[in-house]
T-cell receptor
Framework: QKEVEQDPGPLSVPEGAIVSLNCTYS??????FMWYRQYSRKGPELLMY????GNKEDGRFTAQVDKSSKYISLFIRDSQPSDSATYLC?????????FGTGTSLTVIP | ETGVTQTPRHLVMGMTNKKSLKCEQH?????MYWYKQSAKKPLELMFV???????ENNSVPSRFSPECPNSSHLFLHLHTLQPEDSALYLC????????????FGDGTRLSIL
């Protein structure tokens, strides 16, 4: 079983839609959770960093962590064409980092 | 300059060539990383340096040789690579290992002929 599972998509939504991106994990020792956005021909860019279960909001982005279900989500409200990118989840036990494979998102104008 | 800078952005080399990738971070971080990114695969951690000391070598073939002369610079020396080594090589840094988020450069796209 992989440490981190992420649906690769691709996911295609109309502009203005709410987008939900998800990752599941198997290791209950994961403590810190991150979401990165990667545009084509660029490196991953940190979007959100959370520690505890619950929600963290930053503008149109909300990160949600459910440690009991070993499930994390990233919600994008009022999606824009500029949100078209690959989104990677990442998590760490404090000793090792693990990344998902990434979900490719296209927001259609 | 700010952030993490990688050069060159693109590199094409033959299997018998020797080349080096360079990474520089301007964030004052103490940890630096090399990753390999291939299509439809998770990022593969290759090497970790913390305060210039290598703390992890993730079973990487010896044809990849890292060098970290100081906390701001990281190199990846390449020699006698194989076609399957073609990928995007990403450098990252973080304040310390490994519980804090990593900040990435834009990578070097490597193609082996």
């Amino acid at each position: 079983q992989k440490e981190v599972e992420q649906d690769p998509g691709p996911l295609s939504v109309p502009e203005g839609a709410i987008v939900s991106l998800n990752c599941t994990y198997s290791n209950s020792a994961f403590q810190y959770f991150m979401w990165y956005r990667q545009y084509s021909r660029k490196g991953p860019e940190l979007l959100m960093y959370t520690y505890s279960s619950g929600n963290k909001e930053d503008g149109r982005f909300t990160a949600q962590v459910d440690k009991s279900s070993k499930y994390i989500s990233l919600f994008i409200r009022d999606s824009q064409p500029s949100d078209s990118a690959t989104y990677l989840c990442a998590m760490t036990t404090g000793n090792q980092f693990y990344f998902g494979t990434g979900t490719s998102l296209t927001v259609i104008p | 300059e700010t952030g993490v800078t990688q050069t060159p952005r693109h590199l094409v080399m033959g299997m018998t060539n020797k080349k080096s990738l360079k990474c520089e971070q301007h964030l004052g971080h103490n940890a630096m990383y090399w990753y390999k990114q291939s299509a439809k695969k998770p990022l593969e951690l290759m090497f970790v340096y913390n305060f210039k000391e290598q703390t992890e070598n993730n079973s990487v073939p010896s044809r990849f040789s890292p060098e970290c002369p100081n906390s701001s610079h990281l190199f990846l020396h390449l020699h006698t690579l194989q076609p399957e080594d073609s990928a995007l090589y990403l450098c990252a840094s973080s304040p310390r290992t490994p519980d804090q988020p990593q900040h990435f450069g834009d990578g070097t796209r490597l193609s082996i002929l």
